[in-house]
């Protein structure tokens, strides 16, 4: 069975909540390949904890100072790919949050990083949330937020990081 013949259409398909198709206009930002992995030091050595990390590094939002934040939402709807994974820590057990949310990011073989945050700070309910992303995390897409508790941006470190 021969490939379908190419489509002179300037749109894509692209899939959005509960997977329904929805054109959408090709850009070069948006359809540029995503970086899978970065250099940098691993977030074991960054914010030595005792829990290992290592095969992440720490992505912030620069040189703010927020303790809240969250990643904005163009970005986080083209690359999302699960979550949020609630965890019952609270942000007094930090960083072990981000250390258990990387292991559900390397059961997944197309997540490249994860973000991390805690709602209900203080409360009974407070909690982590960990979602995943099919690539790295650029500072530049972080956004102030209030409510929350960031614990950071996770990268996937390259192989020949150290």
Known sequence: MAAPPPSDDSTIKQFVHRRIPAPALA????????????NGMPASKQHPA???????????????????????????GDHFISGPHV?????K?????????????????????????????????????????????PPSVFIETKGTIAAGAYDRLCDHSS
């Open 93 to 137: 057990s930090d960083p072990y949050g981000p250390f258990k949310c990387q292991y559900t990011c390397n059961a997944d073989a197309s997540c490249n990083a994860y973000f991390v945050w805690y709602e209900n700070v203080g409360t009974s309910d407070e909690h982590l949330n960990c979602v995943l992303f099919d690539a790295v995390i």
């Open 27 to 38: 850009t070069p930002t948006r359809d540029a390949m995503a970086s899978a992995c970065t």
């Open 50 to 76: 005792g829990y290992p990390i290592n095969n992440y590094t720490v992505v912030t939002p620069g040189d703010n100072t927020w303790t809240s934040y969250a990643v904005r939402q163009d970005w986080f």
């Open 87 to 91: 965890m019952s820590f609270t942000h």
